[in-house]
T-cell receptor, first 112, second 112 residues
């Protein structure tokens, strides 16, 4: 039982490049989330999907887009990467929005 | 905006001692959750306490909730070196289907 799987684990981009972070869960959860974690800032919610077919902005959505491809998969896209987006990105899922979340092990993204 | 704030930011104790971390929040909640994050890994859910509960136990963990003071505490008894991690509280906003908001965490170091 893999839980939440994120790919890639590490990535280095140049400013202006685009990329998509992938996330898949195998727990049949309704809700999925994307966070970024920066030193001293805790976890900040970028976007979430309360159920298949819906997405909503979180605390820091600027510069990102998301797609809830199906119930299992929720991707995060950086259209034009900026150095300020250097961070560790976590995907999580839960049965409902305020229920315990299961996290992937993160994608470490550096933008030069 | 931060809903939960942990205190202290960092805590260093000897193996065998008890560790207490506190979380304060601002708005009414349905539940409050505690998570642990080992270095380089995703967060792991530890325990959930509902707004109508005052205390909950899980192994060496004891969580209390005081809704009148909008605060919670996490006690780890007889700490071990393996308990070294960051601990986060997370709250919903009491409004139903809203995502959790995480605090900035307490970094616990248990010295053998």
């Amino acid at each position: 039982n893999a839980g939440v799987t994120q790919t890639p684990k590490f990535q280095v981009l140049k400013t202006g490049q685009s990329m998509t972070l992938q996330c898949a869960q195998d727990m049949n959860h309704n809700s999925m989330y994307w966070y970024r974690q920066d030193p001293g800032m805790g976890l900040r919610l970028i976007y979430y999907s309360a159920s298949e077919g819906t997405t909503d902005k979180g605390e820091v959505p600027n510069g990102y887009n998301v797609s809830r491809l199906n119930k299992r998969e929720f991707s995060l896209r950086l259209e034009s990467a900026a150095p300020s987006q250097t961070s560790v990105y976590f995907c999580a899922s839960s049965e409902q929005n305020n229920q315990p979340q299961h996290f992937g092990d993160g994608t470490r993204l550096s933008i030069l | 905006s931060q809903q939960g704030e942990e205190d202290p930011q960092a805590l260093s104790i000897q193996e065998g001692e008890n560790a207490t971390m506190n979380c304060s929040y601002k708005t009414s909640i349905n539940n409050l959750q505690w998570y642990r994050q080992n270095s380089g890994r995703g967060l792991v859910h530890l325990i959930l306490i509902r707004s109508n509960e005052r205390e909950k136990h899980s192994g060496r963990l004891r969580v209390t909730l005081d809704t009148s003071k909008k605060s919670s505490s996490l006690l780890i008894t007889a700490s071990r070196a393996a308990d070294t991690a960051s601990y986060f509280c997370a709250t919903d906003r009491g409004g139903g289907n809203t995502p959790l908001v995480f605090g900035k965490g307490t970094r616990l170091s248990v010295i053998a």
